[in-house]
């Protein structure tokens, strides 16, 4: 059976998303930490992990970030995931006075929670939350997490559907050792740092526009090792083996301090 590493508990996001790419029966197997589930997969325990990447609401989940530029995995495939969050809890709606969840959706359900005057508790994961109120045990705390972690723990669900806007997705990215083979409709994920000089990140992005190659996200994130720099993570359309893509990609290496491409992937529509 195949073996999927993903942060958090059993009944996270990150893992309904695994079962959704994947299609099939698979162990999953919940880490602590982003950083954790990729070192499962480059020590060979799991075969894939799975790392949310970006909310449609709340923006690049930054830690995700810092820990892929870290890897030395593959990007092999995209998953968007409708998040649907419920409030999960053992008393009565009336009742609640604190709720826990993960900083992200604490701020998904911002209105929800500001609405009832509700306390907040940022906790490492949106299943694991529903983990700890179920240790508490008590009827004025609850969680905001998915209708699986209400049903995997057992704890009634008080209101679904909290979330601010219907619309919401979050993205994730799947990684493994091996690289994914060529199709016809791809994506191409990179991550660089740029020198400490004037119009570096202007070259850059020129190339790209020069040989027409579409650019679908840039983010900017502080450079963990040194003060003041940042990397830089992009998404285009394309293959990085075309041979436009990959003489771009020459280009730019020489205005980069380094340059990591994570992969080309199938692109997945949002449904």
Not at 137 to 163: K, R
Not at 228 to 256: A, M, Q
Request: hydrophobic share 35%; net charge negative; charged share 25%.
């Amino acid at each position: 059976m195949t073996k999927i590493s993903f942060q958090g508990e059993h009944g996270a996001y990150s893992e309904s998303a695994a079962k959704k790419f994947f299609s099939k029966e698979i162990n999953t197997m919940p880490c602590n930490s982003f950083e954790d589930a990729l070192k499962i997969t480059e020590n060979g325990d799991s075969e894939y992990a799975v790392l949310p990447v970006e909310n449609s609401i709340e923006g690049t989940v930054g830690q995700s970030i810092d820990a892929i530029t870290n890897t030395n995995l593959h990007v092999i495939g995209e998953e968007y995931f409708k998040v649907e969050h419920c409030l999960i809890g053992t008393g009565k709606l009336e009742d609640i006075e604190t709720v826990y969840s993960h900083p992200q959706a604490l701020g998904q359900c911002s209105d929800f929670i500001q609405d009832r005057g509700l306390k907040t508790v940022p906790t490492y994961d949106t299943a694991g939350s529903v983990k700890i109120i179920k240790e508490i045990n008590d009827i004025h705390t609850a969680a905001i997490a998915s209708n699986d972690a209400g049903e995997l723990y057992n704890i009634p669900i008080l209101e679904h559907g909290i979330e601010n806007n219907p619309n919401n997705y979050t993205r994730f990215l799947i990684f493994s050792k091996e690289n994914s083979t060529k199709t016809k409709n791809d994506k191409t994920s990179i991550i660089f740092s740029v020198k400490h000089e004037p119009g570096t990140l202007y070259h850059i992005l020129k190339e790209f526009n020069d040989n027409d190659i579409n650019l679908t996200k840039i983010e900017s994130r502080p450079n963990k090792n040194t003060n003041w720099e940042y990397n830089f993570f992009v998404d285009f359309l394309g293959h990085h083996s075309d041979k436009k893509i990959n003489k771009v990609l020459d280009v730019i290496s020489k205005n980069t301090i380094f340059l990591k491409i994570l992969g080309s992937y199938p692109i997945a529509e949002l449904d």
